[in-house]
């Protein structure tokens, strides 16, 4: 990585920045504007996740990936989150017999790693608060955003005492229900749209082995596949894994007909025999544990002058089947950083460059994020399509160079998530050429069909 | 008509309803309501438009067509609102020369009709008052919707005094900045988009000539268009026109740009030549009258249960450039009245049913008012989508029972606004293989093309 003091903020005056929001995003991003010599004043509405006990309903366990590695590198910090983070080399497919399939998420030695939400956060707010640039305020409940005043009210949630706070200049990193946004939305010309699935999550667990050791494949991401919904099991350090059920609300099999602890655990018998067992506290957990929604949020525009800019959840909320939010909110302060050092401080500019050239990728990446959604829901059971996936996979294999998988593009790269989008659009294109004459896997090696295949591969770049 | 006061009604005892807001719609649901034998309670956020002196900046004219004839018939004050309606039987294309081009809208006897939001507003508030089941509230600024406990904060604007008043069910009538809707965006999974489009739009005035006539055409919606943007002009009864000129933010052309009395008044005219010697207050007009933006609000779900339903604007405000806005909110109490002499009180069903129904129609006709703009703004210039046009009226002549113009399926017909965009992209799909075949008006009776366009139509119902 280059030196973060760039000679370009060296030679300007430190600024006086605001930053709402201490999760993952906002931490980030107040350990970059401190190294370009700002003083940054981080105000997060939580206690203090170090002394707090539980966390919320939130996901515990999330997948970090290349994108998010290149931003944690980017400060420094990257070599610390190794140490408790759990690489998965693959998707370890469970089916209703507990028969197991895997399938390797790219080339040998990609993976993607499994980090504990509250983990990270902790290890991050230790750096945050090490930095000399930074003041950190926890229990800070943002009540009004003033953007004509530019000033913030904050209600201390520990003392009950409210303050008006002045900005020079904002960064709206408070999440999917930013109160920094909805001072936005209230401006006119602000576009937004907040969309719901028809599904929710409930976070469960598996628990570890007697022996502190992990009951099923450590090093991989489990998936129970069924269709209309699915069960996904992430690890974690202490041999447990965290399981998140991805459940319609409505219909047959959804939250509304589960309303017993005997109801739920026969239906998990039913369809997830094998993860029953490591499941003592099932029934406790499904009606204690909240049911979240899953939702995607637009807006646009990100900026206000040279004053506020939202980042992260806060300007592009996405649903979680690509693994990619935290990825996403983490490649903001990637951008944010090098756009920092092409300007310094012409905030205008880098607002502007940011939200231009951002908005599009975290568009394309919400629209993947709930493709493969309707994926894994409605095609993974279509045998057409799990040969195409195969079929997909001996073109990458033999074509190395012309043929990156979608996935591949999106978590093992720093590609924009745009072209990502594109590219993969062109590829099912392909596949939806080739595929009327491949009925087999086996009829991928027949000539007429390498013949075809050897056509597509020359018309591209 | 059917009796208004069905059977099934006579059935149920009244019950108390509550509507916010006294626009168009609200005051036309509250006859609906009150027609079926209920106590309806109206709060209207401004002082009486009867009383009070000039009114906001909102649209001061708009296009009644068939839908919004049909729901003022329902209750009975069609004919009423027909004498101070102005029929408007074509368009009337000015271009930068001053030349003028008619085009009718339908067939002979078809028209839309200009009318005052003002005097319909007050018209209706007329027959409102005199309902004996309708008790109407003005002044009444609504703080705060509490769907938990059932009950609107209302402030008296006039008084300066709150009250507290409980709802057992609440009708949201309150336009495209609805305080009901902002209640039901803050519930889980409630889906909502605010999309602005990057132009504004602002009224001006051709006056009436000296002796009390209209100076230009008064039968006919008149277009300046000029690709990027366009003004149009409604009749008033008093002889003169409000125009409305639709036109970017930024860019050459644009209220940005436009920033001096005499950069207005070179600008138009340059590009509306022939409007300029009737508009004296042009400058004036200009500057003291607000440009206002143009949204598309889509939402859903519309109702709570049996306690809530959104409708008009509150649901599903669009862009005007398919004069369909109140039309689609009058049509809601169109099919809000068939539901409750279906179901009677049976008010769940009736919510459930009206927002299942209407909300695909709504969409729909959101949908092909953006589309009409950017037809009207990219593709009006364009000498090939002029002769489509062309062919496509020979079309519908000489096969009328099979080829109804989408502009007339929308405006002179009560076909559902989904059907009317389904056939609406059919017909487009049959003109892009009939098009390549014509590169003249006259080609359309080369034997050829006929035998094309007759073995299409042999494929259509």
Not at 368 to 391: S, T
Request: proline share 6%; glycine share 6%; charged share 20%.
């Amino acid at each position: 990585m280059a030196n973060v003091r760039s000679s370009t903020s060296a030679l300007n005056a430190p600024e006086m920045l605001t930053i709402l929001g201490g999760g993952l995003v906002g931490s980030l991003l107040g350990l970059y504007l401190a190294r370009h010599g700002h003083i940054v004043e981080l105000f997060e509405r939580r206690p203090d996740i170090r002394k707090a006990g539980p966390v919320e309903g939130r996901s515990i366990n999330l997948a970090l990936s290349d994108r998010g590695w290149r931003a944690l590198e980017g400060v420094g910090i990257a070599e610390a989150v190794r140490e408790v983070a759990i690489p998965m080399h693959g998707r370890m497919m469970h089916d209703t017999h507990g028969g197991l399939t895997f399938q390797p998420y790219g080339q040998a030695g990609q993976s993607i790693y499994s980090v504990s939400r509250a983990g990270l956060n902790r290890r991050m707010l230790d750096l945050v608060e090490q930095e000399p640039g930074i003041r950190l305020y926890f229990n800070q409940q943002c009540r009004r955003v003033d953007l004509k005043r530019q000033e913030l009210e904050l209600l201390d949630t520990a003392t009950q005492q409210s303050r008006v706070v002045p900005y020079q200049r904002l960064f709206g990193v408070d999440g999917a229900f930013s109160a920094v946004r909805s001072a936005l939305q209230r401006t006119d010309r602000f576009n937004y749209s907040q969309e719901f699935l028809d599904y929710g999550y409930k976070e469960l667990t598996i628990e570890a082995a007697p022996d502190g050791q992990w009951p099923i494949e450590k090093n991989a991401l489990h998936i129970w596949p069924r269709g209309q919904y699915m069960m996904i099991a992430l690890p974690n350090l202490d041999g447990s894994f965290n399981c998140t059920l991805f459940f319609p609300y409505e219909g047959p099999d959804s939250f509304a007909t589960l309303q017993t602890p005997e109801q739920v655990q026969a239906f998990f018998e039913r369809v997830f025999p094998d993860a029953v067992p490591l499941m003592p506290n099932l029934q406790t957990e499904f009606f204690e544990n909240p049911t979240s929604s899953l939702v995607t949020i637009r807006c646009f525009p990100w900026a206000v002058q040279d004053q506020v800019l939202l980042l992260g959840d806060a300007a592009h909320a996405i649903v979680p089947f690509y693994g990619q939010g935290m990825n996403a909110g983490f490649e903001d302060c990637t951008i944010l950083n090098e756009l920092l050092h092409r300007h310094g401080h012409n905030w205008e500019k880098v607002f502007q460059e940011f939200e231009d050239s951002r908005k599009p990728n975290t568009d394309a990446m919400a629209s993947l994020a709930v493709y493969n959604f309707q994926e894994m829901r409605d095609r993974v059971a279509d045998p057409r399509f799990l040969l195409q996936k195969k079929i997909e996979s001996k073109l990458s294999a033999q074509y190395p160079d012309k043929w990156l998988p979608l996935y591949s593009q999106v978590t093992f790269s720093s590609l924009p998530y745009a072209e990502a989008l594109a590219n993969g659009q062109a590829q099912e294109r392909i596949m939806q050429r080739l595929m009327p004459h491949i009925q087999t896997e086996d009829d991928f090696q027949r000539p007429e069909v390498q013949q075809l295949v050897a056509a597509e591969m020359a018309q591209r770049p």
